[in-house]
């Protein structure tokens, strides 16, 4: 198993977003908002998780520590919220 920067019950919850291709809205703890397409998480050797996007313009790397908050914009997702 992986070693999570944040926890596995958390990172769940990012996989799920990829796996569906939720719209979401990205709460960082540096108050920034960003809206975009969940696509996949990527680990790094060094063990740093990101959360990628697609902002429809552009496809970000967030890393998992920076988030505060997701909110899935998806009608009918299996969540709405989760708090980092």
Known sequence: MSQCTISCEL???LEIACLYGYQV???LKDHRIIEGK???VLTTTEKREYLIID???EQRQI????LSKMQVLTP???FKEVAF
């Open 76 to 78: 009918n997702a299996k």
């Open 38 to 40: 969940a696509i996949d």
């Open 11 to 13: 990172h769940d919850y």
């Open 63 to 66: 890393e998992s520590h920076q």
């Open 25 to 27: 809205k990205l709460t």
């Open 55 to 57: 902002t429809g313009y």
